[in-house]
């Protein structure tokens, strides 16, 4: 049996419902608390004290000795960081999605960097690595996206070695120079503590000499 609604009236209808929603939709005013309240943390990356020498996005592999072959160690972005008392530099490197540190140790005068062999946007090198929480000698490989950003990576690494080794050297002759020093006090006190003893040394010989003669002149 066909429906005898006009289509009119049930168009008016849903107009009045549009204009009058139910007491589902209506806003009670009501505040619900959360369960659990979260607090802010202060999360530290450890790098708060540390000046960002050089940043730049990259590809990691380390020398697998037992395989004997390279092994992926992340995509993310490797940092040269200078502790702003100290003065040292390491490098660190941090996977972009995890942020889990696949390099961490520091850049040492006895540290080498060379192009890889065939490829003008890799470098290698030799380090005793901290990443996975113990000192390891690892060897290193890194890709860049470019061969500037390689050659940039590369003459900063060298340039800081560099400046490291004249530290260190400053360091030694700074420490040649008080050794010394000490010495020489040490031979000025040593000087001076002996002085008065030489000067009765001729009291006692005088002293010695008037006895001899009077005992002669009593014979």
């Given at each position: 049996m ?5 289509p ?12 009058n929603?139910t ?6 005013g009501a ?5 659990v ?5 202060a999360?530290?990356t ?6 960002v020498?050089?940043?730049?996005k990259s590809?990691?592999?380390?020398f697998?000795k037992?395989g ?5 160690r992340g995509?993310?972005t490797?940092?040269l960081?200078?502790h ?14 995890t942020?889990?540190?696949c390099?961490?140790?520091l ?20 380090a005793?690595?901290f990443?996975d ?6 060897t ?8 500037e950003?390689?050659?940039?990576f590369k003459e900063?690494?060298?340039?800081i ?6 530290k260190s050297g ?11 020093l ?19 040394t001729?009291?006692?010989?005088r002293?010695e000499k ?8 009593k014979n």
């Amino acid at each position: 049996m066909a429906s005898t609604t006009d289509p009119k009236l049930e168009k008016k209808e849903e107009e009045e419902v549009e204009e009058n929603p139910t007491a589902d939709d209506e806003d009670t005013g009501a505040q619900v608390a959360p369960i659990v309240r979260l607090q802010e943390v202060a999360v530290s990356t450890g790098e708060e004290n540390e000046d960002v020498l050089l940043d730049l996005k990259s590809k990691l592999y380390r020398f697998d000795k037992e395989g004997s072959q390279w092994k992926e160690r992340g995509v993310g972005t490797v940092k040269l960081l200078k502790h702003k008392e100290t003065g040292k530099v390491r490098l660190v490197m941090r996977q972009s999605k995890t942020l889990k540190i696949c390099a961490n140790h520091l850049v040492l005068p006895t540290m080498s960097i060379q192009e890889h062999a065939g490829n003008e946007k890799s470098c290698v090198w030799h380090a005793a690595d901290f990443a996975d929480g113990e000192l390891k000698e690892e060897t290193f490989c890194i890709r860049f996206a470019s061969i500037e950003n390689c050659k940039t990576f590369k003459e900063k690494v060298e340039e800081i070695a560099e400046s490291q080794q004249t530290k260190s050297g400053e360091s030694e002759e700074a420490g040649a120079a008080a050794t010394e020093l000490i010495e020489k006090l040490s031979v000025e006190s040593k000087d001076k503590n002996d002085k008065p003893e030489d000067k009765e040394t001729p009291a006692a010989a005088r002293e010695e000499k008037e006895e001899d003669k009077k005992a002669d002149e009593k014979n």
